[in-house]
């Protein structure tokens, strides 16, 4: 009889043993979907945080560029616009005083006219800047193409294209933020790359946009943390960033600048 008790308590104590390791792999297996629950929940918000900076970036960077263009505009228009109206208001009234000779009036009469006809020529060259005119009647491609040649015919810098570009590929608002972006590029390749040849690429494949831009300027070291993007190049990410593409940097000192877009 005893020996029976024994044989039960024996199996009550290996069956309470197998319940507490079940219940301790049970307890094991909640902590580490939770923890690893955890893990995820925290990669994500990290992401999301990272992709808040960087919309707040680009909405700086935004924000930044139309107040510079604001003041270039202001100061296009103080100084292309205001000065010349003062010049035949001034005149305008010598003519309204009427105490002027044959060869005085038509003097002022030439002066109002060669004054007109520059500040007519200022206000086409501030609209042109604001949005060009051909890129509004006939589109991106012949936009590029007009904006290289009177870059090649300055002889700032000589610019060679190619450019498979169907026509209304893009919304007239995106082909627009495209146009800034290679304008912008060309500024960067004069006024920083020291650039006297660049060439630009358009093409379109698998329903994706191909902008490949390159100078032979005089380039940068891409490893050099401490190069700083300038609010030009802020600006091309943020219309690259707002047309939901990605790019790809390569230059080295002396050795030009390269990028390549995918819209």
Do not use: W
């Not at 090649?152 to 169907?166: A, D, G, R, W």
């Not at 893009?170 to 390749?189: A, D, G, K």
């Not at 093409?203 to 946009?209: D, P, T, V």
């Not at 831009?213 to 802020?234: A, E, I, P, R």
């Amino acid at each position: 009889m005893e020996q029976i008790l024994s044989n039960e308590d024996q199996v009550i104590i290996i069956v309470l043993i197998g319940v507490l390791m079940l219940l301790l792999m049970g307890v094991a297996l909640l902590l580490f979907f939770f923890l690893s629950r955890k893990k995820i929940t925290a990669k994500e918000l990290e992401k999301k945080s990272l992709e808040i900076n960087h919309q707040k970036e680009i909405i700086q960077s935004i924000i930044v560029t139309q107040e510079k263009e604001r003041k270039r505009i202001a100061q296009d228009l103080h100084d292309d616009i205001s000065s010349k109206l003062n010049v035949i208001n001034l005149n305008a009234n010598l003519l309204k005083d009427g105490e002027l000779s044959p060869e005085e009036y038509t003097m002022v009469n030439d002066t109002i006219l060669q004054a007109t006809d520059k500040t007519l020529e200022s206000a086409r060259k501030i609209a042109h800047n604001l949005l060009p005119p051909i890129l509004d009647k006939f589109g991106l491609k012949e936009a590029i193409e007009e904006l290289a040649d009177s870059y090649s015919n300055s002889k700032k810098i000589i610019i060679k294209y190619t450019l498979n570009y169907p026509k209304n590929y893009l919304s007239s608002n995106n082909e627009l933020h495209v146009f800034r972006i290679v304008q912008e590029l060309i500024n960067n390749s004069v006024k920083h790359g020291q650039a006297t040849q660049s060439t630009i690429k358009i093409s379109c494949s698998n329903s994706k946009l191909l902008v490949t831009y390159s100078d032979n300027g005089v380039g940068f070291d891409m490893h050099n943390q401490n190069h700083q993007k300038g609010l030009g190049m802020k600006n091309i990410e943020s219309r690259i960033a707002l047309l939901k593409g990605n790019f790809n940097i390569k230059s080295e000192i002396n050795n030009g600048f390269k990028i390549k877009v995918i819209i």
